[in-house]
T-cell receptor
Framework: AQTVTQSQPEMSVQEAETVTLSCTYDTSESDYYLFWYKQPPSRQMILVIRQEAYKQQNATENRFSVNFQKAAKSFSLKISDSQLGDAAMYFCAYRRGEDGGSQGNLIFGKGTKLSVKP | DVKVTQSSRYLVKRTGEKVFLECVQDMDHENMFWYRQDPGLGLRLIYFSYDVKMKEKGDIPEGYSVSREKKERFSLILESASTNQTSMYLC????????????FGPGTRLTVL
């Protein structure tokens, strides 16, 4: 079974600085997707960034980028120029690549709480 | 914008009561999910549905049931609420095809006294 591990329960960053959140996963499959979700204190979970395992290029969305190391099964999230609004719980998630039934399910890590200091 | 709504943000019930949590999505998604979120445990899948009237157990289905009579609506039912079911419940939906993200509702904070 696939597992997702976030080893940092809490992180802190100074406003305008850069922070990296770690995520490792365990799978025997070669076709899958990885996601980072953000859950602000208001609790609505939103997608931050998505990576397809067959793409070697790291995904980027504005100030958010990932370092995807497929062989090491590592998927870290880098937030550049941190802003107060980045303070949230961040969840790493894994999804199998196939369609149908339980293949669409996400497997989540336990989350990292990010604090941003002004 | 995709919208996933949940019937209540906060709910307080008594032990033994039957509890209904409703979730509605407006994007014609095939898949719908119910998660439970507890501090230090992340999100755990209770049940999911990939079509009307279809349901499958997730990782922690005990004490819960679900109903999906219409494509846009997915209900979570606690037949006899217990104090250990006090938690945050999140609903999500997605298209079935590969790689599609899940869209989440705002959550329902359920307290069972």
């Amino acid at each position: 079974a696939q597992t997702v591990t976030q080893s940092q329960p809490e992180m802190s960053v100074q406003e305008a600085e850069t922070v990296t959140l770690s995520c490792t996963y365990d799978t025997s499959e070669s076709d899958y997707y990885l996601f980072w979700y953000k859950q602000p204190p208001s609790r609505q979970m939103i997608l931050v960034i998505r990576q397809e395992a067959y793409k070697q290029q790291n995904a980027t969305e504005n100030r958010f980028s990932v370092n995807f190391q497929k062989a090491a099964k590592s998927f870290s999230l880098k937030i550049s120029d941190s802003q107060l609004g980045d303070a949230a719980m961040y969840f790493c998630a894994y999804r199998r690549g196939e369609d149908g039934g339980s293949q669409g399910n996400l497997i989540f890590g336990k989350g990292t709480k990010l604090s941003v200091k002004p | 914008d995709v919208k996933v709504t949940q019937s209540s943000r906060y709910l307080v019930k008594r032990t033994g009561e039957k509890v209904f949590l409703e979730c509605v999505q407006d994007m014609d998604h095939e898949n719908m999910f119910w998660y439970r979120q507890d501090p230090g445990l992340g999100l755990r899948l209770i049940y999911f549905s990939y079509d009307v009237k279809m349901k499958e157990k997730g990782d922690i289905p005990e004490g819960y049931s679900v109903s999906r009579e219409k494509k846009e609506r997915f209900s979570l039912i606690l037949e006899s609420a217990s104090t250990n079911q006090t938690s945050m419940y999140l609903c999500a939906s997605s298209f079935r095809s590969r790689g599609n993200e899940q869209f989440f509702g705002p959550g329902t904070r359920l307290t069972v006294l």
